[in-house]
């Protein structure tokens, strides 16, 4: 898939149809940045399970699939888009720049 590839539905959506390795998948997380520059995600720990420590690895999958993903999109090396990736990581753990709220009445995030 190519970077920044747009498919249907919500608008901005990413194309991930034709990726057979989704079926029988469960998606557990959506996130969009948004005009503002804060981040909006939508997050249904249920289908990971109970201990919130498979959402951190989960995480860590994200961050180094990421890694991959911008080494093909912008020519950088793999390990340094890693770094640059952890670098914010840390600063908004540091300093967060949002804070995290229900999106809907029944508390969704």
């Known amino acids: 898939m190519s970077f920044g590839r747009k498919g249907i ?3 901005g959506s990413i194309d991930v149809s034709g ?10 997380l959506r996130m969009w940045k948004q005009s503002n ?3 909006l995600c939508v997050i249904d720990p249920a289908a990971l399970g109970a201990d919130p420590m498979l959402f951190g690895l989960a995480i860590v999958d994200a961050i180094r699939h990421g890694a991959k993903a911008y080494a093909q999109a912008v020519n950088v090396d793999e390990e340094h888009a890693f770094e640059r990736i952890m670098e914010g ?18 508390g969704t995030h």
């Open 19 to 28: 990726i057979p390795a989704l079926a029988g998948g469960e998606e557990f």
């Open 37 to 39: 520059g804060n981040v």
């Open 89 to 106: 990581v840390n600063a908004e753990l540091a300093n967060p720049t949002d804070t995290p709220r229900p999106l809907g009445p029944e």
């Open 9 to 11: 539905g919500h608008k």
